[in-house]
């Protein structure tokens, strides 16, 4: 078996020091860190997450699975990060109030990082003032939420509604796997991106 799928079997098996030693080998191998993320840990967890909703798996396997996902994660980090880019400016991100999913709002806050960005992470569960309070502290004029749940998505409004009715020129993107561009819109969000790469690009055209 190719190690890519091994890593992803691994993940699925909730083996996180296999997914650690695996995930060393792939780099050690010279493999494109975003290949490893992409083709091994993704893909282990979207299959984890079909199972999850089939109920054919339950939430102490997610658990173990996401655990193994950061043994992978971990180290890929540094070297998604590449260093001594210039900063483009300073954003805020955070999962939002209630919503306790991080992993994909991380490799979001890696993928700006690496493309230059200076970013402040609240981490996960985060209320909607703290959002401010810290872009307003920090001097940063972007704000990042994340939601993956649809009984959490509707906490990312009341982020944008605190900063709209301030009349600040902070700008706010969302994203998670609920989330659509159409929601974007409705709640008044500045902008949405569908996956980590595609946050990059809309936050370099934001600043
Ligand atoms: Co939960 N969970 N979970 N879970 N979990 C989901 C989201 C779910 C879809 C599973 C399912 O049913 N198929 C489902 C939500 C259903 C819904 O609301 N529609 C669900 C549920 C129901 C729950 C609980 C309620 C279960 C329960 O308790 N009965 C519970 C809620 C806890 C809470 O938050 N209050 C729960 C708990 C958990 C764990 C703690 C066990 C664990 C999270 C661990 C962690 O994050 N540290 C977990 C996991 C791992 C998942 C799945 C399997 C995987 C999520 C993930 O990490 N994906 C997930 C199923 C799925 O999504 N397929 C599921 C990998 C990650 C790289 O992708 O997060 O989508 P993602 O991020 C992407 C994009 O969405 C985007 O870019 C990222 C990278 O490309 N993106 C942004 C994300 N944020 C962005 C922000 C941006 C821009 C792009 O701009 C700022």
Redesign the pocket.
Known sequence: MEILNQISVSLQQGDDEKVFALTKQAIENGLYPKDILDNGL?TG??I???Q??KREIF?PD??M??KA?YAGLDQLKPLLISEGIPTLGKIV?GTVQ????????N??GIMLKGAGFDVIDLG?DVPPEKFIETAKKENAKLV???A?????MTNMKKVVDLIKNEGSDIKV??????VSKEFADEIGADAY???????VEMVKEMV
């Open positions: 993704i967890m979207n984890i997450g079909e999850f909703r939430l997610v658990l699975s996401a996902m991100i209630g919503d306790l999913h991080d992993i994909g709002k490799l979001v996960k990042g939420v994340s993956l749940l649809t009984t959490t993107i969302i994203g998670g796997a609920p991106a569908y996956d980590a790469a595609k946050a």
